[in-house]
């Protein structure tokens, strides 16, 4: 994350997915396709005077074990400007589609036998003349791609989250397997185990437990992010945003850098109390990175 140019990226979805790794939930299979072939065509036949360029980095990226691709905004609209639509109007949906792609063209050039995973992380490079001001992301649509600039005040440890958890019965030791929605934290853990459907076994409630060495994790890590000094408006004190970065991004920054955060405008549960109770009505606002 410089100044000039900012990266983001999105967890796995948790949505039911094709054999692509395609969202049919949203959109549909056909169009995902479409966006899918056009988006690894990006990769594969974009190019700077005779290099490939996106096909080159994507092969010298996973040759050094670095499973990301950086990609400018400018150079799809130069392609094909739909496929930057897509990416601004509904980035959750729509970049686990490119990255999809990029899974797609790693393996056809067969990249990944230099590489462990099969993930590849896509960040996105946008012009600053896009930028927010940080007080502004309240009138911005919730969902969509922004850029916001601003100074990194706060950075928490990287932690591990689970994206793919195996969940065994501790009872008849029988296991299923979940995808972790990219905005949770854990899995949905079932109140009662998926193989007693026929009431054989007597399984307890609530039996289930991860098992962390069949699970897959990524790294994660919350960024507070304040706005620029001289975007504070005279006698008014300066206002920050919670930044959530993962995989290829965490451990980027320091506290007292200035960045262009480039992220999904979102929301979160407060877990402001009432009284003594959730107050479930509460939503804070985050940038997902």
Not at 19 to 37: I, P, T, W
Not at 51 to 71: P, S, W
Not at 255 to 260: L, N, Y
């Amino acid at each position: 994350m410089d100044l000039d140019e900012g990266r983001v990226t999105t967890g796995y979805g948790g949505a039911r997915t094709g054999g692509a790794g395609l969202n049919l939930d949203v959109g549909g299979a056909d169009e995902a396709l479409e966006v899918q072939k056009k988006l690894r065509d990006f990769i594969v036949m974009f190019r700077r005077g005779r290099v490939y360029h996106y096909l080159e980095a994507l092969k010298d990226n996973i040759h050094l074990g670095r499973a990301f691709l950086e990609v400018n905004m400018a150079d799809l609209v130069q392609f094909d400007d739909s496929l930057s639509s897509y990416l601004q109007e509904a980035p959750l949906k729509w970049i686990p589609v490119f990255e999809a792609a990029a899974r797609e063209a790693a393996n056809a050039h067969d990249m990944f036998s230099m590489l462990d995973s099969r993930e590849i992380q896509i960040q996105l490079v946008w012009s600053t003349e896009h930028a927010s001001l940080l007080r502004e992301i309240q009138t911005l649509k919730m969902g969509a791609l922004c850029a916001v600039p601003g100074i990194v005040i706060k950075c928490s440890t990287t932690k591990q989250k689970v994206i793919r958890a195996v969940l065994q019965c501790s009872s008849c030791k029988s296991e299923i397997q979940q995808v972790v929605p990219s905005n949770a934290s854990y899995p949905m853990m079932p109140t009662f185990c998926a193989a007693n459907t026929n009431g054989t076994e007597k399984c307890r409630p609530n039996p289930y437990i991860i098992r962390p060495d069949k699970s897959e994790f990524i790294n994660t890590q919350y960024l507070k992010l304040q706005e620029m000094p001289e975007s504070v408006p005279t006698g008014e004190l300066p206002r920050h945003i919670e930044v959530q970065v993962d995989r290829e991004l965490a451990s980027k920054v320091n506290p007292g850098q200035r960045i262009i955060v480039i992220g999904i405008n979102s929301i979160f549960r407060d877990p402001v109390k009432e009284k003594g109770r959730q107050a479930v009505g509460i939503r804070r606002r985050y940038l997902k990175g």
